[in-house]
Protein backbone atom coordinates (compact mmCIF):
# COMPACT_ATOMS: atom_id res chain seq x y z
CA UNK A 1 0.00 0.00 0.00
CA UNK A 2 2.59 2.25 0.61
CA UNK A 3 3.79 1.89 -3.01
CA UNK A 4 0.75 3.96 -4.12
CA UNK A 5 2.05 6.98 -2.19
CA UNK A 6 5.68 6.82 -4.40
CA UNK A 7 4.16 9.77 -6.94
CA UNK A 8 2.85 11.73 -4.27
CA UNK A 9 6.52 12.20 -2.75
CA UNK A 10 8.08 11.87 -6.35
CA UNK A 11 6.40 12.93 -8.94
CA UNK A 12 6.37 11.44 -12.50
CA UNK A 13 9.46 9.33 -11.23
CA UNK A 14 7.67 7.81 -8.47
CA UNK A 15 4.92 6.92 -11.20
CA UNK A 16 6.98 5.54 -13.58
CA UNK A 17 8.75 3.28 -10.78
CA UNK A 18 5.27 2.02 -9.61
CA UNK A 19 4.75 0.72 -13.06
CA UNK A 20 7.90 -0.64 -13.61
CA UNK A 21 7.35 -2.65 -10.16
CA UNK A 22 4.05 -3.29 -11.47
CA UNK A 23 5.07 -4.94 -14.82
CA UNK A 24 7.89 -6.71 -12.62
CA UNK A 25 5.26 -7.90 -10.11
CA UNK A 26 3.15 -9.20 -13.58
CA UNK A 27 6.16 -11.15 -14.98
CA UNK A 28 7.33 -12.51 -11.71
CA UNK A 29 3.75 -13.92 -10.38
CA UNK A 30 3.39 -15.60 -14.00
CA UNK A 31 7.17 -17.40 -13.48
CA UNK A 32 5.87 -18.33 -10.24
CA UNK A 33 2.31 -20.15 -11.43
CA UNK A 34 4.23 -22.07 -14.15
CA UNK A 35 7.04 -22.95 -12.22
CA UNK A 36 5.81 -23.74 -8.31
CA UNK A 37 1.48 -24.25 -10.25
CA UNK A 38 1.03 -21.28 -7.22
CA UNK A 39 2.57 -18.64 -5.04
CA UNK A 40 3.80 -20.05 -1.60
CA UNK A 41 4.74 -17.87 1.52
CA UNK A 42 8.28 -18.24 1.00
CA UNK A 43 7.64 -17.31 -2.84
CA UNK A 44 5.87 -14.41 -1.73
CA UNK A 45 8.44 -12.48 0.88
CA UNK A 46 11.00 -13.65 -2.00
CA UNK A 47 8.98 -11.55 -4.36
CA UNK A 48 8.07 -8.56 -2.05
CA UNK A 49 11.99 -8.27 -1.24
CA UNK A 50 13.20 -8.36 -5.03
CA UNK A 51 10.48 -5.23 -5.69
CA UNK A 52 11.96 -3.54 -2.84
CA UNK A 53 15.50 -4.25 -4.00
CA UNK A 54 14.23 -2.85 -7.85
CA UNK A 55 12.05 0.06 -6.48
CA UNK A 56 15.51 1.43 -4.82
CA UNK A 57 17.70 0.42 -7.79
CA UNK A 58 15.15 2.06 -10.28
CA UNK A 59 15.08 5.14 -7.62
CA UNK A 60 18.95 5.68 -7.69
CA UNK A 61 18.94 5.19 -11.46
CA UNK A 62 16.08 7.78 -12.14
CA UNK A 63 17.13 10.27 -9.58
CA UNK A 64 20.55 11.05 -10.66
Do not use: H, Y
Request: charged share 10%; net charge negative; hydrophobic share 65%.
Amino acid sequence: ASALLLPLFWGWVGLLILLLITGFFLLLRQALNNRLGGITGDAAGAVCELLEAVALVFLVLLVN
